[in-house]
């Protein structure tokens, strides 16, 4: 098989992170913000009525919470780059020759020669040139490029998705069970971790561990935030 084919069979990961980033984090946060919030109102002796309105209080407003500010963080970067590409296409209007020239010297920059360099910008400008400098100057590409709704979306599916699991489980478990709720929720957050880096062609274990101590640091702050002002009477 030659080189050629070789690089052409291969598998790449980051056509998957615009999606896979707002899955993860809202899945990642729907579940430690849960849960967490959950066993300090269950350590403070709460009723299950209460630990039901605090669940699905939680859940609603992580995921309106998640989504807006997603949006809002993707739609910036959205924003700028079309500022970006505005600007450019100026200058391709106004300096055609300037912009040729500054083409081949990123390739230049890159190791071509200085005729191949400038052979290759003139090519490239001739079939799309805000395409060439978007890509080579800029650093914007379809992979990469921002989806704001998308992001959105994602992210207060996934949170709804993560945080349901820890509300089941706080409603059908007692009390004095609460370490079976922390438990079961570090076992999916290093699920979700290593399933993340899988997807994103890393180490399994790193991921789900990061993820898991984490949510362990949470789960126990809002454990002892509990405890500390816990109803009379309280577990």
Known sequence: MSTLQQHIEEKHFSHRMN???????GANDGIISVV???IGVM????????????????LIAGALSMAAG?????????????????IERAALE??????????????????????????VARELMAHDALRAHAINELGLTDTHSPRPWQ??????????AGGIVPVLLALG?????????????????????????????????????????????????????GRAFGVEGGV
Request: proline residues 2%.
């Open 151 to 160: 992001a959105a979306a994602f992210s207060a599916a996934a949170f709804m």
């Open 36 to 38: 967490s919030l959950l």
């Open 70 to 86: 997603e949006y809002v963080s993707v739609k910036s970067q959205a924003d700028t780059e079309q500022a970006d590409l505005a």
């Open 19 to 25: 999606g896979l980033r707002a899955a993860v984090l």
């Open 173 to 225: 478990l007692p009390n004095e069970l609460l370490w079976v709720l922390a438990a079961s929720s570090l076992v999916l957050l290093f699920a979700l971790g290593a399933l993340a880096s899988w997807a994103g062609g890393a180490r399994l274990m790193p991921g789900g561990m990061r993820v898991m101590v984490w949510g362990a640091f949470a789960m126990l702050a809002t454990y002892l935030i």
């Open 43 to 58: 350590a403070s002796g709460a009723d299950k009525h209460t630990l039901m309105l605090v669940g699905l209080g939680a």
């Open 94 to 119: 106004e300096k055609w020759d300037e912009e040729v020239q500054e083409l081949a010297e990123i390739y230049q920059a890159r190791g071509v020669s200085k005729d191949t360099a400038l052979a």
